[in-house]
């Protein structure tokens, strides 16, 4: 069955990066496409970021807009979140995320989660 496990979470600085990575099993990656969203305590889970099946087209929440980056490869059938300039508020556990939607960007558009790391941003 489809699977999504998200790895590269961690604790960093205010200001550092870290490359989140999300690894497909069970399904052709190519097929879906792959959102993040994170979750902070006490919070709703959030949309962070989108790229389409293809890796053409992406889209971004406006809090993550010139720091985030999502890419991915589907000869690897992995995807990534490249985060920059993190940000104490950025702390929050992220999921990776896959869809038969072209463009999802709510989490009741999702069919398949990964299980989540943690990112932790000190300042």
């Known amino acids: 069955q489809v699977q999504l496990v998200e790895s590269g979470g961690g604790l960093v600085q205010a200001g550092g990066s870290l490359r989140l990575s999300c690894g497909a099993y069970?399904?052709?990656?190519?097929?879906?496409?792959m959102a993040w969203f994170r979750q902070a305590p006490g919070k709703e889970r959030e949309f962070v970021a989108g790229i389409n099946r293809s890796g053409g087209s992406t889209y971004y929440a406006d809090s993550v807009k010139g720091r985030f980056t999502v890419s991915r490869d589907n000869a690897k059938n992995t995807g990534y979140l490249q985060m920059n300039n993190l940000k104490p508020e950025d702390t929050a556990v992220y999921y990776c995320a896959a869809s038969l939607r072209m463009v999802p960007t709510r989490a009741y558009e999702i069919e398949n989660w990964g299980q989540g790391t943690q990112v932790t941003v000190s300042s």
């Open positions: 069970g399904f052709t990656f190519s097929s879906r496409a």
